[in-house]
């Protein structure tokens, strides 16, 4: 794929979140994954009460499997603009797949003026950003390797964050009540100047949602010069 269909995955106008795209969305996840959720896995959401009643917020979850972003969307009221790495939009399926689950493209390495262009678009929408602070699935017991990104967002939409806690979503199961995926939904946290402060806030609070243990990057970086006890 050219540099340019690359561009146009990451800059979304506002017509390309339509009712279409909505509907889509919907079909999917609200109905055929959400059978799935409720016949294998045996889904439970606590905290709907958390989610605010405007779009004004970021959804941050932490990551675990492929299967979090259409659950998020699932159990959301609001349609979700999802991020994705810009290498899944070289495939061509999956191009098309997550374009029409209203995600787009971004670069995990920088942070773009399309995807801030994007994002603002979104919050002017009735559909609401989501983004995984982890950038990447991590491994169960642990909320590490957070980009300070989702923060940095948060900082100039002037949008809040919300935490969510996903476990179990990491096991595969196929056999009907034989899996259990719970989603702890967080109290939002209120947009600051302080990013670092953001960042720590949401880690503490997955810590509490999923029973992870919350690694600070300073902790992280500790970890690999061998001076943490």
């Not at 995600?103 to 929408?125: D, H």
Request: hydrophobic residues 40%; positive net charge; contains cysteine.
């Amino acid at each position: 794929m050219s540099n340019k269909d690359k561009k146009s995955y990451s800059t979304r106008n506002a017509e390309q979140f339509n009712k279409w795209r909505r509907m889509f969305q919907f079909l999917v996840c609200k109905i055929f994954y959400m059978i799935r959720l409720k016949l294998v896995y045996r889904l439970e959401v606590h905290g709907i009460e958390n989610i605010p009643k405007d779009n004004n917020y970021i959804i941050c979850p932490n990551h675990l499997s492929t299967l979090d972003p259409p659950i998020i969307v699932a159990v959301f009221p609001r349609s979700i603009a999802f991020m994705a790495k810009k290498e899944l939009f070289d495939i061509k399926f999956l191009r098309w797949w997550l374009d029409w689950l209203g995600a787009f493209s971004v670069n995990r390495e920088s942070l773009a003026p399309s995807t801030i262009k994007t994002v603002l678009t979104i919050k002017k929408s009735d559909w609401v950003l989501g983004m995984f602070p982890q950038g990447t699935r991590g491994v169960p017991g642990e909320i590490k390797n957070v980009s300070s990104g989702f923060a940095g967002l948060a900082k100039i939409t002037k949008c809040a964050i919300l935490p969510v806690g996903l476990t179990g979503t990491n096991e595969v199961k196929r056999i009907p009540f034989t899996g259990k995926i719970i989603v702890n939904i967080g109290k939002p946290i209120p947009y600051s100047d302080n990013i670092e402060d953001m960042v720590n806030q949401w880690g503490q609070s997955v810590e509490e949602l999923t029973g992870f243990k919350y690694v600070a990057e300073s902790d992280s970086e500790e970890e690999k010069i061998g001076v943490k006890e």
